[in-house]
């Protein structure tokens, strides 16, 4: 491994990084707990679709002489292949992709910080390195969250963020 460098750690700068690597952490957690949502929401919607059309074909099977229930079956599964089309639309189905797009791209910027932060606690970083290490790593993730949702937003979800909150907590419990 590298030498040390003879120098005093500026305490500020290392606690800025750790707080960074912190947030880092957090941001993968809350954006894979959103990935995560909207694959629910997506399964749902698909299972419920399934359901509703069998039961559906299975009622016009069964009672379909009735010209009634024979008309409400058919306009009930129309109705399903309908939402069926359209769900692709729904916002939470734009976010899946780009969550899952965005994530693939701050994994690796993480993994990266971690072995930085690895250097900097073992003192093989200077000051200076460290500084010109934040801003590098501010540059980047900001580059890679400037591509993602221009044209909307994630939802602001509490459960999600106190999840997240947890989970980053859980995770540098004995990190340091």
Not at 28 to 38: E, S, T
Request: proline share 2%.
């Amino acid at each position: 491994m590298g030498k040390t460098v003879n120098e005093a750690l500026d305490m500020q700068l290392y606690n800025t990084f750790w707080r960074k690597l912190q947030q880092s952490k957090f941001d993968l957690i809350y954006y894979g707990l959103h990935f995560d949502g909207c694959v629910k929401i997506s399964r749902r919607i698909k299972y419920a679709i399934i359901g509703i059309t069998t039961l559906a074909t299975g009622a016009w099977m069964t009672w379909g002489s009735i010209a009634m229930v024979g008309m409400i079956c058919a306009i009930i599964i129309l109705a399903s292949q309908v939402v069926s089309a359209v769900s692709e639309k729904f916002p939470y189905e734009s976010r899946k992709l780009e969550l899952r797009e965005m994530l693939a791209e701050l994994e690796p910027v993480y993994l990266e910080m971690e072995n930085d932060w690895r250097s900097i606690q073992n003192l093989k970083m200077s000051n200076q390195k460290i500084q010109e290490t934040i801003q590098k790593y501010d540059k980047k993730q900001a580059e890679i969250k400037r591509h993602y949702f221009k044209d909307d937003s994630l939802p602001d979800i509490d459960t999600l963020r106190l999840q997240a909150d947890e989970k980053t907590e859980e995770d540098f419990k004995y990190f340091e």
